[in-house]
């Protein structure tokens, strides 16, 4: 197959790129490096942008392409002839999203119109994974109620057990633009598949983690507390440290991808919850303890108030992914922070 994988430098692009080309397929990365202008600021330094980009060089099969997705004419260019699109480009931090709306729209929601139209012209009638978020439900997570533990948030009402359901309200509520503007991909994508019939899957990710994943202050949140534990760098807990988070291990994520794609022609324009759902969550004091057991020293971060729009409790409910794609996390949060902490042992190898 000829796999096109946007944003195919970046944390989750990467490892999309990695499983594709080990298959033996032909696999397109595209990647503009707006990420690495962020990654800049990094405390590693400004070569972190690139560490991806140079490790997938290496594999067999590999095309890389550096270009933007807002660019209609190189994306309907590289888009030709394609068997499946895993469309990773984003702008994903919410902070940035707060101080540059226009950016963060021009990405989002640009990019991925120029995405669907290049796969709408395509002639090759492609899979195409879009890589949604759950801050498409905004604050409404916030009205369900919750109880406080010792480390951790938990949902109060039994209704979601299980976590939060695709057909979890979107409107009438606050999002931050970053929210907004991936919602209004999300429904773009939704919409090709019912208007043009092409054969799409959303993918509504919570907490995605894993290697190769440089995280900051605003976004990779699991890997920005295990380099800076690693470290001995400066952290900072926004509110009590109990906010929880379904977590998924980005190997399980691409499972999902890889499944989906199989199951294409009988699931296409379908939306799917993505994440560790229930049975793997955890807290930020919650990582933190397990970063101090598996490094074996205390960390102790500064304080600070709630950020907008932060979830006391975000968990997804992923019994339509599990169900419809024969797929499950396998990956243990302790599992999956120990090989992080691997990783950066080795000197996050490209």
Known sequence: MKVVVTGGGGFVGSHVVERYAKKGNEVLAIDSFARSA?????????????????????LPGVTRLEADVRDAKAMEKAIR??????????????TTS??????DFDINVVGTFNVLEGA????TDPAIVFCSTNKVYGDHVNAIPVREDATRYAFDDPAFAQ???????????HHTPYGASKLAADLYVQEYARSYGLR???????????TRQFGMEDQGWVAHFALSAYFGKPLTIY???KQVRDVLFVEDLVDAYDSYVERSRQLGGRVFNTGGGPHFTMSLLE??????????RKTVPSSADWRPADQKVYISDIRRASEALDWAPRTRPEEGVGRILDWIRTGYPT
């Open 38 to 58: 962020t990654l800049g600021d990094h405390f590693l330094g400004p070569s972190v942008g690139r560490n991806n980009w140079d490790y997938i060089s290496r």
């Open 287 to 296: 990582l933190l303890s397990i970063l101090e057991r598996q490094l074996g």
């Open 98 to 103: 707060m101080k540059d709306p226009r950016t």
């Open 120 to 123: 709408r012209k395509s002639g």
């Open 163 to 173: 976590g939060i359901p695709e057909s979890f309200g979107t409107d009438h509520c």
């Open 239 to 241: 509110g009590d440290g």
């Open 200 to 210: 799409t899957g959303v993918f509504r990710m919570s907490c995605i983690y894993g």
């Open 81 to 94: 002839g394609a068997d499946v699109i895993v469309h990773t480009a984003a702008q994903v931090a919410v």
